[in-house]
């Protein structure tokens, strides 16, 4: 069953939480992944991997570009989803 | 139609790695050395890599140096003469001819002529398919003993403004003996391809292009979060069918001693494959950098000199790079 926009958020939370020691609070949907919370490409594709496990989706390696902020990345999820 | 009875070869049950050699470029490279044309940092370069400095050869020092010097050790460390060598296995990108062989001038300069010598281009694999080859040869019983050389001169193709992988790349050989041995001391190997990628890792152009003016001369370049990516993910998966052919469990190894790549892969792929603290994992690139075939030889050399591992003890080695090529064997440390 699809995941709500807000569990993503929750569970995504805990994923960049995992990977970069990040308090889960601060991993906010307008928070952008390099410039706020200074995650690197290495980190980002980590916590990439870790989401299409926890969420059962793909997302392209050419996709993870775009993904900026985290609310790209809960809205890409979300509609990956189907 | 009846034939005169043929001799076939006397297969031998096991083999081991008997020794191995190393050689490291004669030039410390430091990152603020290469840090200004990739508008980057020491520190950048160290959080992003690991790489604190990386051994480079000089202009004067050659690929063919460094694996003679490299074979020499293990050689020696063998306890045999070079006559006795059965076949010369050269792992390398990075022989700037096309033909001959960089093997067979090996063999000839080691004193192994007239051994079968030959290249394989396996990459950052290079090495791990070597052994698998030798261990064939050697229970096959076509070789008694088979020189494996990792070697690479990268320097030659690398490209200062490239902020893919060239700040990565580094020079050096590693060798090893391989030969008979009255139990196993190398696991079945875990190897394959994915041509699907083959241009994840690879050359800025062809030779033909370079040729025609059409292009400058070819660098090494990669795709590197898509590499990364395949590196942890997929390599642990080859990692655990390497421990579960070899018939042991994580816990029972000395040491893991993967390509040395990135210290960003080595560390996710220690935490993915949930190792527990007991076994050393070689971390060679830190001073060494990355040096292709070279690099688990290399590394493995130094965690048996510094003595962080003892021989006798089983060490999971695992290349994995351009082509994209695998492979991955337990050995038992010489």
């Given at each position: 069953m699809a995941l709500s926009h807000d569990e993503v958020l929750a569970g995504l939370a805990e994923i960049v939480n995992e990977e970069t020691?990040?308090?889960?609070?601060?991993?906010?949907?307008?928070?952008?992944?390099?410039?706020?919370?200074?995650?690197d490409s290495i980190s980002m594709m980590t916590i990439v991997v870790n989401a299409e496990e926890k969420f059962s989706v793909k997302i392209p390696d050419e996709e993870?570009?775009?993904?900026?902020?985290v609310g790209d990345a809960v809205n890409f999820i979300t509609s990956a989803q189907g | 139609m009846s034939h005169a009875k043929l001799n076939q070869y006397e297969t031998v049950p096991f083999s081991r790695i008997y020794s191995l050699g190393a050689s490291r470029g004669d030039l410390v490279v430091t990152n603020d050395d290469i840090a200004g044309p990739i508008d980057s940092s020491d520190e950048w370069i160290r959080q992003r890599t690991g790489i604190i400095t990386r051994r480079r050869a000089s202009t004067e020092q050659s690929l063919m140096d460094m694996a003679v010097d490299a074979s020499k050790e293990a050689i020696a460390g063998a306890g045999?003469?070079?006559?006795?060598?059965?076949a010369v296995i050269f792992s390398t990108i990075s022989h700037p001819y096309q033909t001959p062989s960089a093997a067979t001038l090996l063999a000839e300069l080691i004193g192994a002529n007239p051994a079968p010598a030959f290249d394989i281009s396996a990459a950052c694999a290079g090495y791990c398919y070597g052994i698998a080859q030798a261990d064939a040869l050697v229970r096959s019983g076509v070789a008694k003993y088979v020189l494996v050389v990792g070697g690479e001169k990268l320097s030659d193709f690398i490209d200062p403004t490239d902020r893919s992988i060239s700040f990565l790349l580094a020079d050096g050989a590693g060798a090893a003996i391989v030969g008979p041995s009255d139990e196993a001391g190398i696991s079945p190997t875990v190897w394959g391809s994915d041509g699907?990628?083959?241009?994840?890792?690879?050359?800025?152009?062809s030779l033909l292009d370079f040729r025609d003016g059409e292009a400058s001369w070819p660098t090494i370049r990669q795709d590197g979060l898509t590499v990364f990516k395949w590196a942890v993910w997929e390599m642990v998966k080859v990692a655990k069918e390497a421990l579960d052919v070899a018939g042991i469990q994580a816990e029972d190894l000395s040491a893991l001693v993967t390509h040395q790549a990135n210290i960003r892969i080595i560390d996710e792929l220690v935490k993915q494959l949930k190792l527990p603290e007991s076994v050393a994992v070689a971390r060679d690139i830190v001073n060494t950098g990355n040096t292709s075939a070279a690099s688990v030889p290399l590394a493995m050399h130094q965690l048996l000199k510094d003595g962080t591992v003892q021989p006798g003890g089983l060490a999971l080695q695992i290349g994995f790079g351009a082509g994209l090529a695998f492979a991955a064997q337990v050995v038992v440390l010489p």
């Open positions: 020691g990040i308090d889960t609070d601060s991993v906010k949907l307008e928070k952008s992944f390099t410039n706020d919370l200074d995650i993870v570009k775009n993904l900026l902020t | 045999i003469s070079p006559s006795e060598i059965g699907s990628h083959w241009s994840s890792v690879s050359m800025t152009s």
